[in-house]
């Protein structure tokens, strides 16, 4: 564990490869079953062009131009050396076995200086036949990370903001890419009004002995237009201040196991959107500082 209090994702791929390595995000033209081929209409805090759209509109070109373009931007703005294929927006396994497996052989294909491979998806798009599929890249030599979509361990939570999965879906996906040796990279919401900040953070202590490799915290933040604010503005309920959400992140990370790669610890409002609440999100620079100074004061504790 580094001197911040948990171990970055920098820090983990310079410890590993000894260069600076970076993600390239990309946008393989997938959607999301939840709001595609449901009732629900999609997570209630979907917005209409969807969680994903602003990655969406910044590589709105073939994959071959976004790594061109990304990965020029990342080798003169941050001296990157090598890079990880990073298929982001929506659900990235949604496809035969046969279609993904070219896709991401394509994608790898564009540069000898892509070492891995991280997917997005969702923890009931997860079917054993692609999971063979990304053993095969591991096997190649690739570094492969699948990053989940969990949000939250409590069945109410998940009914709340209409994810369309159950908890139960969630740790059987986890325990089967550990079963495969596949690094698991699992995303979670602060601030849900159904539950409290103890419960997340005990919510990230289950994830950590449940056998994760990295994690991704975000704070529920609101968005005009979606279900979600249209409940917000008929029945506000309270949201966490930046004091508390960086004092639960602190408490959070030091649940889990060393080698866990803290890979985010708030998230962005898109600069497209219109953001109800909390407004204090959209200063991510501040939310990071009280962040450390949260980690500085529990360590100073301990």
């Not at 994608?107 to 036949?129: H, K, M, N, Y």
């Not at 601030?191 to 005990?202: F, H, K, M, N």
Request: charged residues 20%; contains cysteine; hydrophobic residues 40%.
């Amino acid at each position: 564990m580094s001197a911040k209090g948990y171990l970055s994702l920098s820090e983990y791929y310079r410890q590993r490869y000894g260069k600076k390595v970076y993600k390239v995000p990309i946008d393989a033209g997938f959607s999301c079953p939840n709001r595609t081929s449901r009732q629900e209409g999609g997570c209630v805090y979907c917005s209409g062009s969807g969680a994903a759209a602003a990655i969406a509109a910044e590589n709105s070109h073939d994959i071959a131009t976004q790594v061109i373009r990304n990965i020029a931007y990342l080798k003169r703005r941050f001296k990157a050396e090598k890079f990880v294929a990073y298929f982001q927006a929506y659900t990235n396994t949604v496809g035969t076995p046969a279609q993904l497996s070219e896709l991401w052989q394509a994608t790898l294909d564009q540069s000898a200086d892509f070492i891995g491979l991280s997917v997005g998806t969702r923890p009931d798009c997860l079917p054993d036949e692609i999971l063979d599929v990304l053993c095969e890249f591991s096997r190649r030599g690739y570094e492969v990370w699948v990053e989940l979509g969990v949000q939250s361990l409590k069945d109410e939570s998940l009914q709340f903001i209409r994810r369309g999965h159950s908890v139960a879906t969630a740790l059987d996906s986890i325990a089967r890419l550990r079963h495969r040796s596949l690094n698991v990279c699992v995303h979670v919401i602060f601030g849900l009004p159904t539950e409290t900040l103890d419960e997340a953070v005990a919510h990230v202590q289950q994830l950590g002995e449940a056998g994760i490799d990295g994690i991704k915290i975000h704070m529920l933040h609101i968005l005009e237009g979606t279900d979600l604010a249209t409940l917000y503005h008929a029945n506000p309920f309270p949201m966490p201040t930046r004091q508390e959400y960086a004092a639960a992140v602190a408490s959070a990370i030091a649940t889990l196991p060393a080698h866990v790669v803290v890979q985010r610890l708030t998230g962005d409002a898109p600069a497209h959107e219109v953001l109800v609440a909390p407004l204090w999100i959209a200063d991510k620079m501040a939310t990071l500082r009280e962040i450390e100074l949260a980690i500085e004061r529990l360590y100073a504790v301990v």
